[in-house]
């Protein structure tokens, strides 16, 4: 390894398989593989005009798969709404910009290429292509983040709904040096050799360009969109054409109440306070008030509270907790240490059952008048009304 590059002993993304203390193995029995340009759809058999969900995954863009048992559409879908999954490049193949090899946002692209299905052919199973939502989870929501940024996107969804993104990634200084770093770093690799690269070398050079990222030790995404190249503009641009898209696509944001908990573990260079606020909480209220003043509208923001006791679980309402009340049946989640617990089972689904409804009557209308929504364990969503009690 060239001397002007030095391991990081706590990276984020190589070390994001430790999920697996969290949330269980979501990919075990799964292959990697470059096919991976794929969505799920799930309708109900007599779907007529629906509204569309369209859900990208976390997984800090190096790991997970929109058909993963536990990101199934179906449940959701069971509720009222067609719903989509995507599944594209990852890691080195989707994002990292490698001089004379490829370009930044290949998985960007890819993301973008799938609403533009949705449009095409999501009538076909019974969805309203002009009712498009957009719901993104941790790094999923980092993506749809960009998209608002980013050209050509206008008309590919109409509403967006933010879970856990990761906004602290937006103030990273040496965000740019990093990426410059890796780039030189997987082109001097790939050059040198006579032959194209397997998957297994690039899998292998994916994680060898993880240790010689530029000082950002505690970064939650090494891999990810790169502003300032196509299709995004630089980032001190994106914060206003995020607020000028925001006058046509309303945002529903919201956070976890222990997210930090998680990277503290995994990251512990900062405490789980700093990761709460500084990486999830900060950027998503500073977001709302960016909104709410250049619209004139505060978006609605939800703020996920109910985690088993901790006799059962240490983690609390840790990152990621919300997804088994929305996509996946429990048979997929069953085992996630986050949701030990004798109740755990019972109160996923009576308040995921109540949860899909808020998601889908979002997915209908996007007006909640700016409120607040707090889900514990007796949360209940009133659909006829549309308001909400806790």
């Excluded at 997970?64 to 067609?82: F, H, K, W």
């Excluded at 050059?191 to 899998?203: R, T, V």
């Excluded at 979002?362 to 806790?390: E, M, N, T």
Aim: include cysteine.
């Amino acid at each position: 390894m060239p001397a002007e590059y030095h391991t990081l002993p706590h990276n984020a993304s190589e070390s994001h398989h430790q999920f697996d203390n969290i949330t269980g193995p979501l990919t075990a029995g799964r292959q990697q593989s470059e096919d991976c340009l794929s969505v799920s759809v799930a309708a109900p058999a007599d779907a007529k005009s629906l509204p569309v969900l369209v859900f990208l995954h976390g997984g800090a863009y190096v790991t997970g798969s929109g058909d993963l048992d536990a990101y199934s559409p179906v449940p959701m879908a069971r509720r009222g709404a067609v719903v989509v999954t995507v599944t594209s490049r990852l890691g080195l193949l989707g994002y990292l910009p490698i001089p004379n090899v490829a370009p930044a946002n290949l998985g960007l692209f890819d993301q973008i290429e799938a609403l533009r299905w949705v449009q095409n052919n999501i009538h076909a199973f019974g969805g309203n292509p002009d009712s498009v939502t957009v719901d993104g989870q941790s790094a999923g929501g980092d993506a749809i983040y960009c998209m608002l940024a980013a050209n050509d996107t206008k008309g590919l969804f109409h509403r967006a709904i933010l879970e856990s993104m990761t906004f602290g990634r937006l103030n990273e200084t040496s965000r740019d040096a990093m990426t410059a770093d890796m780039s030189q770093y997987a082109a001097a690799n790939l050059s040198s050799s006579n032959a194209p690269p397997s998957l297994e070398q690039l899998l292998a050079l994916q994680t060898a360009v993880l240790r010689v990222a530029a000082p950002i030790d505690d970064t939650i995404l090494t891999y990810g969109p790169v502003f300032g190249e196509d299709p995004l503009p630089a980032l001190p641009d994106a914060y206003e054409v995020v607020n000028a898209a925001a006058q046509h696509v309303p945002i529903f944001i919201g956070y976890n109440e222990n997210e930090g908990y998680a990277f503290s573990v995994l990251i512990p260079t900062h405490d789980a306070s700093y990761y709460q606020t500084a990486v999830f909480a900060d950027g998503a209220n500073q977001l709302r008030q960016n909104i709410s003043e250049a619209t004139g509208r505060t978006p609605p923001m939800y703020h996920f509270a109910w985690s088993p006791p901790p006799a059962d679980s240490l983690w609390g309402a840790v990152h990621t907790i919300e997804l088994p009340f929305l996509y996946g049946e429990w048979s997929a989640w069953a085992d996630a240490p986050m949701l030990n617990g004798s109740d755990s089972m019972e109160v996923v689904e009576r308040v995921g059952a109540q949860m899909k409804d808020l998601w889908i009557a979002f997915a209908k209308s996007g007006d909640f008048q700016g409120r607040l929504f707090v889900i514990d364990a007796d949360f209940k969503f009133d659909q006829g009304s549309g308001w909400y009690s806790y």
